[in-house]
Structure formats: structure tokens, C-alpha cells
């Protein structure tokens, strides 16, 4: 009898372990330059560096629609379904498609070791939960990073700025706008100045704002009354 009730605290223990490692909450690493995207309710986080110094191809969501201590919120790793197809980080993402329900990722490289010359876009559907490289068209932006995207109500999203890291290692102004209903890329006018790692913000006029950041002048660091919108 005592060997028996010896045995069974063993299986309960074992059990309560297992049920408390299962039920463990993910709580993503500290990371920098990750990208972020609300669809729904969910904010989904993509990539960014970690204390390696690297970027990462992790992916996870918070859900807001409930509410959530500040200080412990509930996250949702993604990144053993569907992981990004590429370490990212400097990558912005923007919701698109159908019921704006697709996220696009916007990287320099479509391999870890291959840097593009063309931006190379990602898409990732949120209900099946699958990466796909769609193929995109007409006027393709040359590759580059740490610029910011923004998706109107018609599914365009509006690109400017970035910066090219391998060949020039230098800053842009050029807008590129992609229908992401038809995956086409067309030109839009350039800013007056060069632009990487600022802000935008669609306003609900339409007009977008673009503000802060740096440039490739001596004194980096971009003026924050020098605000510029785009119509």
C-alpha cells in the first residue's frame, strides 16, 4: 500500500509539473527596431533585434479586446507556425488586402544572406496563418529600410524615404504606393528632403504627416517643426 501511494504522489507531481510548464505564459525577449501592426483586435509584433544584436524571425500578437494588466499581458507566439521567412528588423509592416486583413512586411532582402536591390515584400495571412512572397509589379522601389508604411481606405499603402544599407548606404525621398489588392507598385511625388526612421501618420482627411527622423546631412537628426504632408 505504501509503494502504491509512493507511486501515485510520483505520477501527481509529474503531472502538476508538466500541466505547469504547458500553461507556462510566453513572454517574448527584450528586442529593438521590431515592427508592429494592428489587425482586429490583435497588435502583431514582427522581428526586431535582440540582445545577440541580431534580428530575429519571431512573430506574436497581444490581444486587446479584452482588457489586460500592463505589467503581465497575455502573448501569443506565433513563431513556431508561422515564423517570419527572414530575420527582421528595420522592416515596416502595414495592414492590406481584403478587409485589410494581411500583413505586409516591406524587408531588403529576401534570404538571410542575400540583400536585394529591389524591396522585397512579404505577405502574412492572418487567418490561415501562412508567409507568402507574392510577386509584385510595376514600379518596384529599389531596396531599403527604417522607413515607415501607412495603408489608406482604398488599400494603398504609401512608402517614403528609407535608407539603402549595402551599396549607397544612403537615405532616399521617393514615395512609392502600392495597391495591395492588385500587388502594383506606381510612383508618387518626392518629399523635399530626404527621410529614414520617422514618422507618418494618416490622418482621417487623407493627408499623411510625416515628421522627425534623420537625413544624410551633417547634422542628422531632422527638425521636428519640419513637418511635411502629403496629400
Known amino acids: 500500500m505504501g509503494n502504491f501511494l509512493s507511486f501515485l504522489w510520483l505520477v501527481i507531481l509529474l503531472l502538476d509539473l508538466f500541466i505547469t510548464k504547458s500553461m507556462a505564459a510566453f513572454v517574448p525577449t527584450s528586442r529593438y527596431y521590431q515592427g508592429s501592426v494592428i489587425i482586429g483586435t490583435k497588435i502583431y509584433f514582427l522581428g526586431g533585434i535582440d540582445n545577440s544584436g541580431s534580428g530575429t524571425n519571431n512573430l506574436f500578437h497581444l490581444d ?14 506565433l513563431t513556431s507556425v508561422a515564423p517570419i521567412p527572414v530575420n527582421s528588423a528595420f522592416a515596416p509592416p502595414c495592414a492590406g488586402g481584403n478587409n485589410k486583413a494581411t500583413i505586409f512586411l516591406f524587408e531588403h532582402h529576401r534570404t538571410n ?6 524591396l522585397v515584400t512579404f505577405t502574412f495571412d492572418s487567418t490561415t496563418q501562412t508567409w507568402a512572397a507574392p510577386t509584385t509589379s510595376g514600379a518596384i522601389p529599389q531596396t531599403r529600410q527604417d522607413m515607415r508604411a501607412v495603408v489608406d481606405n482604398n488599400g494603398k499603402i504609401y512608402i517614403n524615404g528609407g535608407f539603402e544599407p549595402s551599396i549607397t548606404q544612403k537615405s532616399y525621398n521617393s514615395t512609392f504606393i502600392l495597391n495591395s489588392l492588385s500587388l502594383s507598385w506606381t510612383n508618387g511625388p518626392n518629399a523635399p528632403i530626404v527621410r529614414s526612421a520617422y514618422t507618418a501618420t494618416l490622418l482621417s482627411s487623407g493627408i499623411i504627416v510625416y515628421i522627425g527622423g534623420t537625413n544624410d546631412d551633417g547634422s542628422p537628426e531632422i527638425d521636428m517643426n519640419l513637418v511635411i504632408k502629403f496629400n
Open 64 to 77: 486587446v479586446s479584452s482588457p489586460f494588466y500592463s505589467v503581465n499581458p497575455k502573448w501569443t507566439d
Open 113 to 118: 544572406n542575400d540583400n536585394s536591390t529591389s
